[in-house]
């Protein structure tokens, strides 16, 4: 198996913050697997609806998960303090693909790294659609430039 550093958090351009509660944990006393694909859900969407680009009752374009992975690093649990980095690694016609990268507390190096695709559609439809020219500004404002460093939280 094909094991690569971990991602540091340089590699990523926006931050959002998460903390861990107590039901976070499984039996296993770290954080479930189904927590960090909520986690990844809460960093990419959080800079849209920020934003004022992404309302999800109202929005007539909805982003919906096509794909998605995660290779797990370092166990996380409560009450650890989650910061999530994101970049935008490829922006298509109706699709964008997110690489996410997961920092325990002030871990220079990400505890989980995955990757989300969302294809945006049409709400009454549920038919891909082209991102809109705000959104799409918005996302590539969130991709990595070559050789740019991104400040950590």
């Not at 976070?24 to 609806?49: G, M, W």
Request: proline share 7%.
């Amino acid at each position: 198996m094909n094991r690569t550093a971990p991602a540091r958090r340089a590699a990523f351009v926006r931050f959002t913050t998460i903390t861990t509660r107590w039901l976070d944990n499984d039996v296993f006393a770290h954080l479930n697997n189904a927590h960090y694909y909520s986690f990844f859900d809460t960093a990419i969407c959080t800079p849209l609806v920020e934003a004022g680009l992404l309302d999800p009752a109202a929005s007539r374009l909805i982003p919906v998960v096509v794909e998605s992975g995660c290779r797990y690093r370092v166990s996380l649990g409560f009450p650890d303090l989650v910061h999530a980095g994101i970049r935008v690694a490829h922006l298509g016609r109706s699709s964008v693909r997110y690489e996410i990268g997961l920092f325990r507390n002030a871990d220079p190096e990400a505890a989980a790294e995955g990757f989300f695709v969302h294809v945006y559609v049409a709400r009454e439809d549920m038919r891909p659609a082209p991102i809109p020219d705000d959104i799409r500004a918005a996302l590539a404002a969130l991709q990595k430039k070559a050789g740019s460093e991104a400040p950590g939280p």
